[in-house]
């Protein structure tokens, strides 16, 4: 079974600031990576995802995220963060090959973004 | 349009009551989920169901029953609720039959049992 670590559980950053948040995750065979955001109050929407390529994808509202196999991460990214991005992240794998589409969640990381 | 729409957005019950949450997705998709969102965020699989065949039971208590009636709606029926029913409960939809699916959730459903 796979799991997936998010080492950040509360980051507090100045707008402007540079974002990273860590993901890693367990698993023996090839997975797909997503990071969802949850805006307060909100559903969880999709931010980017990982099939296969190119490993550093590119999101919506300027966000990246790099998968590193030898690390087994999928590190979140954005150079410049703004007070809207205030939100919860949560990075998710599901493993490929097992025909098991549900997804495994990290514990999530909460960013706060002070103006 | 929503894409994934849920029933109601809010529930307050007492104990011991039966409640249902229903879940309903006009993307086409096959496939549909349930997860479970604790006080403290983590999200986690309860049930998955790809053309209304339950293909997904994760350890949840039996009081807990999913229901297909057709591959647009994924309903969940929970009988006696206890306290530690209380979360956010999450349907999401992806259209299956890929390795490479991607899943949509709808707006969650605040289940506070009393």
């Known amino acids: 079974a796979q799991s997936v670590s998010q080492h950040n559980h509360h980051v507090i950053l100045s707008e402007a600031a540079s974002l990273e948040l860590g993901c890693n995750y367990s698993y023996g065979g090839t997975v797909n990576l997503f990071w969802y955001v949850q805006y307060p109050g909100q559903h969880l929407q999709l931010l980017l995802k990982y099939f296969s390529g190119d490993p550093l994808v590119k999101g919506i509202k300027g966000f990246e995220a790099e998968f590193i196999k030898s690390k087994f991460s999928f590190n979140l990214r954005k150079p410049s963060v703004q007070w809207s991005d205030t939100a919860e992240y949560f990075c998710?794998?599901?493993?490929?090959?097992?025909?098991?589409?549900?997804?495994?969640f990290g514990s999530g990381t909460r960013l706060q973004v002070q103006p | 349009d929503t894409a994934v729409s849920q029933t109601p957005k809010y529930l307050v019950t007492q104990m011991g009551n039966d409640k249902s949450i229903k879940c309903e997705q006009n993307l086409g998709h096959d496939t549909m989920y349930w997860y479970k969102q604790d006080s403290k965020k983590f999200l986690k699989i309860m049930f998955s169901?790809?053309?209304?065949?339950?293909?997904i039971n994760e350890t949840v208590p039996n009081r807990f029953s999913p229901k297909s009636p057709d591959k647009a709606h994924l309903n969940l029926h929970i009988n006696s609720l206890e306290l530690g029913d209380s979360a956010v409960y999450f349907c999401?939809?992806?259209?299956?039959?890929?390795?490479?699916?991607?899943?949509?959730f709808g707006p969650g459903t605040r289940l506070t049992v009393l």
């Open positions: 999401a939809s992806s259209q299956g039959g890929s390795s490479t699916d991607t899943q949509y």
């Open positions: 169901y790809n053309n209304k065949e339950l293909i």
């Open positions: 998710a794998v599901n493993a490929r090959g097992t025909g098991r589409r549900a997804l495994t």
